[in-house]
C-alpha cells in the first residue's frame, strides 16, 4: 500500500501550508488517518488524527492552528496548518490505519523564524 504525501516546503514563521495524502480507494473511507511529525533527535510524535466517522483529535501543541480532514471520494487527507512556528519544523508523515498501519514517505515543513 502506497500513500502520497505532498505540500511541504519552507515558510516563514505566521505562515500557511496544506499537506495532502492520497491513499488507495478499496481501504480508504473505512481508514483512520493521521498525520505525525518527526523533528531532529526528536520522537516521532502524533499530530492529529480522523477517524472513518469524521471524529478528530488533535495534539496540544497544534490545537487551533491545524486542521485535519478527508475527502473519501478523492482518496486524500488533508492537513491545513497556519500560525506556523518554527517548532512546528519536521518531517511529516501520513499514516492510514485499518488493521495494519501504513506509512507515506515524509514530506519535510521548515518554519524560519
Known amino acids: 500500500v502506497q500513500l502520497q504525501a505532498s505540500g511541504g516546503g519552507t515558510v516563514q514563521a505566521g505562515g500557511s501550508l496544506r499537506l495532502s495524502c492520497a491513499g488507495p480507494g478499496s481501504m480508504f473511507r473505512i481508514s483512520q488517518l493521521a498525520w505525525y511529525r518527526q523533528a531532529p533527535g526528536k520522537q516521532r510524535e502524533l499530530v492529529a488524527q480522523i477517524f472513518s466517522s469524521g471524529g478528530t483529535n488533535y495534539a496540544d501543541s497544534v490545537k487551533g492552528r491545524f486542521t485535519i480532514s478527508r475527502d473519501n471520494a478523492q482518496q486524500t487527507a488533508y492537513l491545513q496548518m497556519n500560525s506556523l512556528k518554527p517548532e512546528d519544523t519536521a518531517v511529516y508523515y501520513c499514516?492510514?490505519?485499518?488493521?495494519?498501519?501504513?506509512w507515506g514517505k515524509g514530506t519535510q515543513v521548515t518554519v524560519s523564524s
Open positions: 499514516n492510514m490505519y485499518y488493521r495494519l498501519n501504513y
